[in-house]
């Protein structure tokens, strides 16, 4: 007798895990604008939402990230690295007389100045060298993760150059947007550049040539918007009130019907949201040691946030003048920071406060005031203060077996102890 077998057919979804990826910049006289950039660039790269972006300086040859930085980037173990190539546009954004210069020198007779800039200000700058950083990649991280499998030694060539033409090939493929589809963005060029950097870098950021993609909408901020963007730059998520998303939305949609958009719905739309989609991490971790918040305003703090989300399941960074008496934001910052903390699901997520430049005092200070209660009770967070340095030497036994930090990421939660890879910290219990 045969048995009929009933077949039913479903679709499968595939997913993977992105390359850690690592996109190093030069932060040249405004490390802001750069930085920026830098995130602008990661968020074309499928995998970027899960992409550091690492500040050099020094030597244009030897230039290297700071020291600080580096037992964290060794936890991170980038899988491949680039170098972000500077262009025209960008060296006119340190020096405005860039431009005149430049138009007066190479305009044909039969084109304005503005065609001019237009046809010049995309070309890149001479290609930066990488053997500086090159060097500390070799000494902390695990050799160069290619098709070569026996290759032993991070190299100079190893760092790709990424400039903004770039396009697929290799390792970093960028991510295209499907005809049917839509990017959201925001217009954040009416906004202090620190704040812009802080929710760019949460959500990604088209640079200017992508937004005159007719399925790439730029919505408009205003300022009673501004509490509510640092909200989602510090945790993550929008809060319930406070950001008129639907009247910002309809701003830009053409057509008289009107339309709606949660929150759910725009983070959903972002470039980082984009570059992540068909990605998933290897393995699942319970939440974090603490959400780390690191306090400064250099492009090491910055980056050293990024790290934090990406090793710890979140980082955030703020700038220390937004936690000053007379900032407006104080508030918003010291609320989104209790917000932070129900995230966990004992609703009891202690918050590490940490920095590269500021000083020992300086961030026992921030990490009191952070903890003092607002007037409102149910905003108050106790601290708990605690130390621990480490030395940032090679001479580790994550240096001495390089696979190491990769087995122990994929295979157990990060622990209480390996907060000790942050530069000083002070944890808000």
Same mark, same amino acid.
């Given at each position: 007798?045969t048995?009929?077998?009933?077949?039913?057919?479903?679709?499968?979804g595939?997913?993977?895990?992105?390359?850690?990826?690592?996109?190093?910049?030069?932060?040249?006289a405004?490390?802001v604008?750069?930085?920026?950039?830098?995130?602008?660039?990661?968020?074309r790269?499928?995998g970027?939402?899960?992409?550091?972006?690492l500040?050099?300086?020094?030597?244009?040859?030897?230039?290297?990230?700071?020291?600080?930085?580096?037992?964290s980037l060794?936890?991170?173990?980038?899988?491949?690295?680039?170098?972000?190539?500077?262009?025209?546009?960008? =060296?006119?954004?340190? %020096?405005?007389?860039? /431009?005149? $210069?430049? +138009?007066?020198?190479?305009?044909? !007779?039969? #084109?304005?100045?503005?065609?001019?800039?237009?046809?010049?200000?995309?070309?890149?700058?001479?290609?930066?060298?990488?053997?500086?950083?090159?060097?500390?990649?070799?000494?902390w991280?695990?050799?160069?993760?290619?098709?070569?499998?026996?290759?032993?030694?991070?190299?100079?060539?190893?760092?790709r150059?990424?400039?903004?033409?770039h396009?697929?090939?290799?390792?970093?493929?960028?991510?295209?947007l499907?005809?049917?589809?839509?990017?959201?963005?925001?217009?954040?060029?009416?906004?202090?550049?620190?704040?812009?950097?802080?929710?760019e870098?949460?959500?990604?950021?088209?640079?200017?040539?992508?937004?005159?993609?007719?399925?790439?909408?730029?919505?408009?901020?205003?300022?009673?918007?501004?509490?509510?963007?640092?909200?989602l730059?510090?945790?993550?998520?929008?809060? =319930?009130?406070?950001? %008129?998303?639907?009247? /910002?939305? $309809?701003? +830009?949609?053409?057509?008289?019907? !009107?339309? #709606?958009?949660?929150?759910?719905?725009?983070?959903?739309?972002?470039?980082?949201?984009h570059?992540?989609?068909?990605?998933?991490?290897?393995?699942s971790?319970?939440?974090g040691?603490?959400?780390?918040?690191?306090v400064?305003?250099?492009?090491d703090?910055?980056?050293?946030?990024?790290?934090?989300?990406?090793?710890?399941?979140?980082?955030?960074?703020?700038?220390?003048?937004?936690?000053?008496?007379?900032?407006?934001?104080?508030r918003?910052?010291?609320?989104?920071?209790?917000?932070?903390?129900?995230?966990?699901?004992?609703?009891?997520?202690?918050?590490?406060?940490?920095?590269?430049?500021?000083?020992?005092?300086?961030?026992?200070?921030?990490?009191?005031?952070?903890?003092?209660?607002?007037?409102?009770?149910?905003?108050?967070?106790?601290?708990?203060?605690?130390?621990?340095?480490?030395?940032?030497?090679r001479?580790?036994?994550a240096?001495? +077996?390089?696979?190491?930090?990769?087995?122990?990421?994929?295979?157990?939660p990060?622990?209480?102890?390996?907060?000790?890879?942050?530069?000083?910290?002070?944890?808000?219990?």
């Amino acid at each position: 007798m045969t048995v009929m077998k009933h077949l039913e057919y479903r679709p499968v979804g595939a997913r993977l895990r992105a390359p850690r990826f690592v996109l190093a910049y030069r932060p040249m006289a405004d490390w802001v604008y750069m930085a920026r950039c830098a995130v602008t660039q990661v968020s074309r790269v499928w995998g970027g939402s899960g992409a550091v972006i690492l500040p050099v300086s020094g030597d244009t040859q030897q230039a290297t990230t700071h020291i600080s930085l580096l037992p964290s980037l060794r936890n991170y173990d980038p899988d491949h690295v680039a170098g972000l190539v500077p262009s025209l546009e960008d =060296a006119a954004q340190m %020096d405005p007389t860039v /431009r005149g $210069r430049l +138009v007066a020198q190479y305009a044909t !007779p039969d #084109e304005g100045s503005d065609t001019t800039w237009n046809r010049l200000s995309s070309l890149s700058l001479r290609m930066p060298r990488w053997e500086g950083l090159a060097d500390q990649l070799d000494g902390w991280c695990s050799p160069f993760k290619g098709i070569r499998q026996s290759k032993q030694r991070f190299e100079a060539h190893d760092v790709r150059n990424l400039g903004q033409e770039h396009d697929s090939r290799g390792s970093l493929a960028t991510v295209s947007l499907p005809p049917d589809d839509r990017m959201l963005t925001l217009d954040l060029s009416g906004v202090d550049p620190m704040i812009a950097l802080m929710v760019e870098t949460r959500i990604g950021s088209a640079d200017a040539a992508a937004r005159s993609d007719e399925n790439i909408m730029e919505l408009p901020v205003e300022d009673e918007d501004l509490p509510a963007l640092i909200h989602l730059a510090v945790t993550g998520k929008p809060r =319930a009130t406070g950001w %008129d998303l639907g009247s /910002r939305f $309809r701003a +830009v949609v053409e057509g008289d019907s !009107p339309q #709606e958009l949660t929150p759910d719905e725009f983070l959903a739309a972002t470039p980082l949201a984009h570059a992540g989609r068909w990605t998933t991490q290897l393995s699942s971790y319970p939440p974090g040691p603490a959400a780390c918040v690191v306090v400064g305003e250099t492009a090491d703090d910055h980056a050293l946030a990024i790290l934090c989300d990406r090793l710890y399941g979140h980082g955030a960074w703020i700038p220390t003048r937004m936690l000053a008496d007379e900032s407006p934001y104080r508030r918003v910052i010291k609320n989104a920071l209790h917000t932070l903390q129900t995230f966990h699901d004992d609703g009891d997520l202690p918050v590490l406060v940490t920095s590269v430049s500021e000083p020992h005092e300086a961030l026992d200070a921030l990490a009191d005031d952070l903890a003092s209660p607002l007037p409102t009770p149910d905003t108050h967070v106790p601290c708990c203060t605690f130390r621990r340095r480490t030395s940032c030497s090679r001479n580790s036994p994550a240096h001495a +077996v390089p696979r190491w930090n990769a087995r122990m990421r994929d295979a157990a939660p990060p622990s209480r102890r390996r907060c000790g890879d942050l530069p000083r910290h002070s944890l808000l219990t």
